[in-house]
């Protein structure tokens, strides 16, 4: 699965972003969907995911503030972020579990396939 991961840039503290992510010949309503995060000079760090019912889960730290979703019609997951702190400056990550596997994990090892990033900057 060829998952594109788009939507990062630049904004400043308090700003908001929408990433999105769409699987390249596949329907995004049949897997887990997730979004992970790295820092510079820190591990990879789980930050929401979606399940084929439409379930959510998120780290604590963007919980209130992140939302994913699932458009079937535009076969596309998306992570609406609002005010971004200095703090989530990341590459963003889509992943996505095979499709047999339907509960919502939080760690990488549980992703199959992976997008190639999104850089998300905010300034202070």
């Known amino acids: 699965v060829q998952l594109q991961a788009s939507g990062g840039g630049l904004v400043q503290a308090g700003d908001s972003l929408r990433l999105s992510c769409t699987p390249s010949?596949?329907?995004?309503?049949?897997?887990?969907t997730a979004w992970f995060r790295q820092a510079p000079g820190k591990e990879r760090e789980f930050v929401a995911a979606i399940s084929h019912t439409g379930s959510t889960t998120y780290a604590a730290s963007v919980k209130g503030r992140y939302t994913i979703s699932r458009h079937n019609a535009e076969n596309a997951v998306y992570l609406q972020m609002n005010s971004l702190k200095p703090d989530d400056t990341a590459v963003y990550y889509c992943?996505?579990?095979?499709?047999?596997?339907?509960?919502?994990?939080?760690?990488?090892?549980?992703?199959?396939?992976w997008g190639q990033g999104t850089l998300v900057t905010v300034s202070s």
């Open positions: 992943a996505v579990r095979n499709p047999s596997l339907t509960v919502i994990r939080t760690d990488t090892r549980a992703y199959a396939h």
């Open positions: 010949g596949r329907t995004v309503s049949n897997f887990v």
